[in-house]
């Protein structure tokens, strides 16, 4: 892109100073209109100017991709792998094969396989573990929300025991007072 944009920033100038270069002064006479048949509009570069302005063009032009072209396409990995079966297992005609008789020597991604059993076991006794402690501390909140209850009840009820207890007291008064 660099090298790029600094070719494109050379060639521009060059490009504009030629096509000033070519077209005629204008005179001051105001009656005179300018006229120039080299160029039919000023945004565009002259006829002559083409050839030479697509080649700088497309070495300038940073809309392609970066990869260099070729006949073939790349070749991808997967055409890397030798041919052939994943894996070996021995095999008599006529019998099932075990899954615990594989090929001789290690089962493919045997400890891959472990480690993602033993990960999966982990989460999931950690997630038992995590919902009995919920449960638990739910159950704690629930016994002590009963309890408060329970106790504002008891409160309540001794409160109108002492308001019956006092106003029968102040009843006797009166009547011992009268």
């Given at each position: 892109?660099?090298?790029?944009?600094?070719?494109r920033n050379?060639?521009?100038?060059?490009?504009?100073?030629?096509?000033?270069?070519?077209?005629?002064?204008?005179?001051?006479?105001?009656?005179?209109?300018?006229?120039?048949?080299?160029?039919?509009?000023?945004?565009?570069?002259?006829q002559w100017?083409?050839?030479?302005?697509?080649?700088?063009?497309?070495?300038?032009?940073?809309?392609?991709?970066?990869?260099?072209?070729?006949?073939?396409?790349?070749?991808?990995?997967?055409?890397?792998?030798?041919?052939?079966?994943?894996?070996?297992?021995?095999?008599?005609?006529?019998?099932?094969?075990?899954?615990?008789?594989?090929?001789?020597?290690?089962?493919?991604?045997?400890?891959?396989?472990?480690?993602?059993?033993?990960?999966?076991?982990?989460?999931?006794?950690?997630?038992?573990?995590?919902?009995?402690?919920?449960?638990?501390?739910?159950?704690?909140?629930?016994?002590?929300?009963?309890?408060?209850?329970?106790?504002?009840?008891?409160?309540?009820?001794?409160?109108?025991?002492?308001?019956?207890?006092?106003?029968?007291?102040?009843?006797?008064?009166?009547?011992?007072?009268?």
């Open positions: 892109m660099g090298f790029a944009g600094a070719l050379i060639v521009r100038p060059l490009s504009v100073a030629s096509s000033r270069a070519l077209m005629p002064r204008i005179s001051t006479n105001a009656s005179m209109a300018p006229f120039c048949p080299a160029f039919p509009s000023p945004c565009k570069p002259p100017l083409h050839p030479l302005w697509n080649q700088f063009h497309s070495l300038t032009d940073t809309r392609f991709p970066k990869r260099r072209p070729s006949e073939k396409p790349r070749r991808k990995r997967a055409s890397l792998r030798p041919s052939g079966p994943y894996a070996w297992v021995q095999y008599t005609p006529g019998q099932p094969i075990l899954p615990n008789k594989p090929n001789e020597g290690s089962v493919k991604r045997r400890n891959e396989k472990k480690r993602m059993r033993q990960r999966r076991a982990f989460i999931l006794a950690e997630k038992k573990k995590r919902k009995a402690q919920l449960q638990e501390a739910n159950r704690k909140k629930n016994i002590q929300r009963v309890e408060r209850k329970m106790a504002a009840v008891a409160r309540e009820r001794e409160w109108a025991e002492r308001l019956a207890e006092l106003q029968r007291l102040e009843e006797e008064k009166k009547k011992s007072m009268a």
